[in-house]
């Protein structure tokens, strides 16, 4: 019995394979990864981008002489750096390392490391060069 007699296609980017069997969106377990990654992505930078709006709207109301909403601009200040340094501390715990972290912000990795222990977040052995951030830390 065929259910769905139209030709559906494998949606992770790149892809576009014939759907096999009994597969609903993608190919393979790969393509599954690799689909559901790029949606991430998307999701979480469109997430990313309405909020950075609403940080301009709010500056903009307060350089616009609203002092009394000033204080709550600094406590979003002090609540996003906290907010970042137990993500970093979330990413280390599922395997990513500063270089990776890096990579998607456009910082050197020790930028990243001291950004991070400066705002409170737990030293990461990841990487494999302690020694080398151990001298920096000291300077
Ligand atoms: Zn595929």
């Not at 296609?9 to 609903?24: D, T």
């Not at 999701?43 to 204080?71: H, K, P």
């Not at 280390?92 to 972290?101: E, P, R, V």
Request: aromatic share 6%.
């Amino acid at each position: 019995m065929t259910v769905n007699v139209q030709e559906r296609h494998c949606e992770a980017p790149g892809c576009g394979k014939e759907l096999p069997g009994r597969r609903r969106r993608f190919c393979s377990d790969l393509c599954r990864v690799r689909g559901q990654r790029a949606e991430r992505v998307v999701d979480g930078s469109e997430f990313a981008q309405a909020a950075i709006r609403m940080v301009r709207a709010l500056a903009t109301r307060v350089g616009g002489s609203d002092i009394a909403t000033f204080g709550a601009l600094w406590e979003l200040r002090a609540e996003t750096d906290r907010a970042i340094a137990e993500a970093i501390d979330d990413l280390h715990a599922k395997g990513f390392s500063y270089t990776d972290l890096a990579a998607e912000t456009g910082w050197t990795r020790q930028g990243m490391r001291q950004w991070h222990l400066r705002h409170g977040g737990q030293a990461s052995d990841y990487d494999g060069s302690q020694a080398e951030d151990r001298e920096e830390a000291d300077v």
